[in-house]
C-alpha cells in the first residue's frame, strides 16, 4: 500500500530541536517533491518549506527561515525537516506530501497521517 509516514514529533522544550521524517512505503519519492506543512489547533493548514527532485528548496513561510531546514536523503526514501530554536508557536501536527511534478508546484499525491510536535516547558 502506498503512503507516506512522517516520524519524530514530540514534546520538547522551547528552545529545543527536533527532525522529523517523511518516508515513502511502497512508492520510491525520488521523482517527487516533498512539501511539508503544519496546522497548528484553531489554524487553517499552513505550508513550511518544500524540496524538489532536483534539490531545490523553496521556504513558504517568513517565520521558519533561519530555524527549519528540509533536506533529503534518496537512498533512504526520506525527506527531512529540521527544526532548531523551537517555539510555543511551533506547536502543531506537521504533515508532508509529495508533489508528483517533481518540482515545488503545489499538485500534491500523497499526504501522510502527520505527527505531533508540541513545545512546552
Known amino acids: 500500500q502506498v503512503q507516506l509516514v512522517e516520524s519524530g514529533g514530540g514534546l520538547v522544550q522551547p528552545g529545543g530541536s527536533l527532525r522529523l521524517s517523511c518516508t515513502g512505503s511502497?512508492?520510491?519519492?525520488?521523482?517527487?517533491?516533498v512539501a511539508w506543512f503544519r496546522q497548528a489547533p484553531g489554524k487553517e493548514r499552513e505550508g513550511i518549506s518544500c524540496i524538489s527532485s532536483s534539490g531545490i528548496i523553496t521556504i513558504s513561510t517568513d517565520s521558519v527561515k533561519g530555524r527549519f531546514t528540509i533536506s533529503r536523503d534518496n537512498a533512504k526514501n526520506t525527506v527531512y525537516l529540521q527544526i532548531f530554536s523551537l517555539k510555543s508557536e511551533d506547536t502543531a501536527i506537521y504533515y508532508c506530501?509529495?508533489?508528483?511534478?517533481?518540482?515545488?508546484?503545489?499538485?500534491?499525491?500523497?499526504w501522510g497521517q502527520g505527527t505531533q510536535v508540541t513545545v512546552s516547558s
Open positions: 506530501a509529495t508533489d508528483y511534478t517533481g518540482r515545488c508546484d503545489g499538485f500534491y499525491d500523497y
Open positions: 511502497a512508492f520510491t519519492l525520488n521523482d517527487h517533491a
